[in-house]
């Protein structure tokens, strides 16, 4: 049974940093992309960055605009976690995140919609102050 565990979140002020991390079991997806999804109250889930191996040396790793120069994501597939490193948070960036997998590479692109992701989180609530 696959299972993506969530950790990290919290309560911080705005300016803050937290690093949110998201563990595997049940199989391994060092081929396959892991991202992170956020959803607000009264909001969609929306993409919040994703990484995937390239098939060659490296990965390649995609964010939505709203976090790019704030958030990091990046993954240890010996411990088959998936990070999300969040830095100079806003209180727009309050949300529930949600971490996703794939399954297989339906496309050359990192998938940017939840129907690209086969399993997910429970989920962990992070809630910036101003």
């Known amino acids: 049974q696959v299972q993506l565990v969530e950790s990290g979140g919290g309560l911080v002020q705005a300016g803050d940093s937290l690093r949110l991390s998201c563990a595997a079991s049940?199989?391994?997806?060092?081929?396959?992309?892991m991202g992170w999804f956020r959803q607000a109250p009264g909001k969609e889930r929306e993409f919040v960055a994703a990484i995937r191996w390239t098939g060659s040396i490296t990965y390649v790793a995609d964010y939505a605009d709203s976090v790019k120069g704030r958030f990091t994501i990046s993954r240890d597939n010996a411990k088959n976690t998936v990070y999300l490193q969040m830095n100079s948070l806003k209180p727009e960036d309050t949300a529930v995140y949600y971490c996703a997998a794939e399954s297989g590479r339906r496309s050359i692109m990192i998938p940017r919609t939840k129907g690209g992701y086969d399993y997910w989180g429970q989920g962990t609530q992070v809630t910036v102050s101003s």
């Open positions: 049940g199989r391994t997806f060092s081929s396959y992309a």
